[in-house]
């Protein structure tokens, strides 16, 4: 299937923790994005990423940060996890002109408890 | 500012009749317009987009749509639905320059 990795598939993880959700495509796609979607199925794009050293936050306000030190690499981190952010995370890559769509990771299902 | 609208949350149909997934946009300029499709526990996986051209255009596992630039409509088409076409499935549109916009998702459901 699509070239684009998430881990860890599911995690239940305890309030407060520290949690880094890891997202590797291997497409040397420059864009990068991070997805938080409801249980009622709507995407919310949280953080994006244009190439290395470059992150912006996106439409729906995240307590999350990300980083792109690696063109194929784009980590997302909960510093101190809450059970607001259970959630499903989908991690999504894509080359730098228009037309071409995404390509997306499996996700991963977070459940803070 | 760009938008997707799905007006419908669920769509049900029978085996073997044909199905549409309506999806409207709005956004300046020529829009890139795509769907996908997302199966329980996956992530979304391209179904087809349309760039330029022809209005209709044919995607994976005999699915089409159609561009309607009147009516900024890119409804998704099937001929004849199967039971593992159940899915949800998101409309997405594309300035140029711009992230995707992805509309609030329609969970279609293929009755046997």
């Known amino acids: 299937e699509a070239d684009i990795y998430q881990t860890p598939r599911y995690l239940v993880i305890g309030t407060g923790k520290k949690i880094t959700l890891e997202c590797s495509q291997t497409m040397g796609h420059d864009k990068m994005y991070w997805y938080q979607q409801d249980p009622g199925m709507e995407l919310h794009l949280i953080h994006y990423?244009?190439?290395?050293?470059?992150?912006e936050k996106g439409d729906l306000s995240s307590e999350s940060t990300v980083s792109r030190i690696r063109t194929e690499h784009f980590p997302l981190t909960l510093e101190s996890a809450r059970p607001s952010h259970t959630s499903q995370y989908l991690c999504?890559?894509?080359?730098?002109?228009?037309?071409?769509?995404?390509?997306f990771g499996s996700g991963t299902r977070l459940t803070v408890v | 500012a760009q938008s997707v609208a799905q007006p419908e949350d669920q769509v049900n149909v029978a085996e073997g009749n044909p199905l549409t997934v309506k999806c409207t946009y709005s956004?300046?300029?020529?829009?890139?317009l795509f769907w996908y499709v997302q199966y329980p526990n996956r992530g979304l996986q391209f179904l087809l987009k349309?760039?330029?051209?022809?209005?209709l255009v044919k995607g994976s596992y005999g699915f089409e749509a159609e561009f309607n630039k009147s009516q900024t409509s890119f409804h998704l088409k099937k001929p004849s639905a199967l039971v593992s076409d159940s899915a949800l499935y998101f409309c997405a549109v594309r300035a140029p320059g711009q992230n995707f916009v992805f509309g609030p998702g329609t969970r279609l459901s293929v009755l046997p």
């Open positions: 349309y760039i330029t051209g022809d209005n």
């Open positions: 956004v300046s300029g020529n829009p890139y």
């Open positions: 990423s244009y190439g290395v050293n470059s992150t």
């Open positions: 999504a890559s894509s080359e730098f002109l228009d037309n071409y769509g995404y390509t």
